[in-house]
């Protein structure tokens, strides 16, 4: 069965500071995602990444994958508050269905000005 | 061209009642799939459904959960006899083809049973 780990659950962060949420994931897999929950809100997609080695960047977040290490990053930087929300990687695995998903527990992030 | 559309946001249902979560997915997505989300919890995928057919039920609990997406209107999640253990937010996704390599989440109902 398709584990997913993601850590820290729970990161406060002052505004302009660096971090990084980290997603482990425990058999081989075809795509990662990373989405973007705001409280109430659906689920935005953020970044999908197919291949080992790939690299997405969109404004302060950039996304990276390690196929090998089964290892998915999500780095932000110079931190503003307006990414304060709950942010969620999630993996297709290898051969399986894309349409099943299997979520890590998702990050809550708060930027404090 | 709208989002996918759950109704009803928030359902409050007694021990014991039935609950009905509505989905209609993007306009031209043929294909539909729910995911439950317990409380500090992900997402955990239950069903993939078509039109009138359900592809994929491998989350589904065996009992008192079942799903249709008929050839006219939403797509509808039914739970009978709720307990206290189905309080969770309810999402539905959508997607117009099964190779694509994105679906698209509504916003969820919140269950909450008392």
């Known amino acids: 069965e398709l584990k997913v780990e993601q850590n820290p659950l729970f990161l406060s962060m002052q505004e302009g500071k660096n971090y990084t949420i980290y997603c482990n994931y425990s058999t081989t897999s075809d795509r990662l995602y990373w989405y973007r929950q705001d409280p109430g809100k659906s689920l935005e997609s953020l970044f999908v990444l197919l291949s080992n080695g790939a690299v997405k960047q969109e404004g302060r977040l950039m996304a990276s994958l390690d196929t090998k290490a089964r290892l998915s990053t999500l780095h932000i930087t110079a931190a503003v508050h307006d990414l304060s929300a709950t942010y969620f990687c999630?993996?297709?695995?290898?051969?399986?269905?894309?349409?099943?998903?299997?979520f890590g527990k998702g990050t809550l992030l708060t930027v404090n000005p | 061209n709208a989002g996918v559309m759950q109704n009803p946001r928030h359902l409050v249902r007694r021990r014991g009642q039935e609950a009905r979560l509505r989905c209609s997915p993007m306009k031209g997505h043929s294909h539909v799939y729910w995911y439950r989300q317990l409380p500090e919890e992900g997402l955990k995928f239950m069903v993939y459904?078509?039109?009138?057919?359900?592809?994929?039920e491998s989350g589904m609990p065996k009992e008192r959960f079942s799903a249709e997406f008929p050839k006219e209107g939403p797509s509808i999640l039914r739970i009978q006899q709720v307990v206290r253990g189905d309080s969770a937010a309810y999402f539905c996704a959508s997607s117009p083809l099964i190779s694509n390599t994105e679906a698209f989440f509504g916003q969820g109902t919140r269950l909450t049973v008392v």
């Open positions: 459904l078509q039109k009138e057919n359900i592809i994929d």
């Open positions: 999630a993996v297709v695995v290898s051969g399986g269905s894309n349409y099943k998903l299997t």
